[in-house]
């Protein structure tokens, strides 16, 4: 198949997949017009690669995984341990955000302090 049908079964964009073939994650063959054709084994590649992103996986990480999917090795085992990891990752960027939330509603309460503050002195100050 072709990139536009691959794109549009697997709804990753033709930009991804070029990208995708760009860092080496897919090797298409190439017919003697120069146009890259597509195996069903890669449309179930370009999926696994989706599906990866779409929990927050990098490519890089993707790309370390890729070559057991494709022998058949990565068994869900291995699929579910790294989702366990990622969702490690989550948890901590989850504290990150909560504490920098905190932060930012301590800054709001601080500004407005300063405000009524200033708006306090401005009261109080006698007309030049």
Do not use: C, N
Not at 30 to 40: C, W
Not at 86 to 112: F, G, M, N, P, Y
Not at 121 to 128: E, G, I, L, Q, Y
């Amino acid at each position: 198949m072709q990139i536009s049908e691959l794109a549009q079964r697997t709804g990753v964009s033709v930009h991804a997949l070029r990208h995708y073939e760009r860092l080496g994650m897919l090797q298409p063959a190439r017919r003697a017009s120069g146009y890259r054709e597509y195996t069903e084994a890669q449309r179930r590649e370009v999926i696994f690669i989706a599906m990866s992103r779409k929990v927050g996986l990098s490519l890089k990480a993707i790309a370390e995984q890729l070559p057991a999917y494709r022998a058949g090795r990565l068994s869900v085992d291995q699929m579910v341990a790294s989702l366990r990891a990622r969702v490690a990752e989550i948890d901590l960027q989850t504290q990150a955000l909560k504490a920098q939330r905190s932060q930012v509603i301590s800054h709001i309460a601080w500004l407005k302090k300063q405000q009524r503050g200033h708006t306090a002195r401005r009261k109080t100050k006698p007309w030049p």
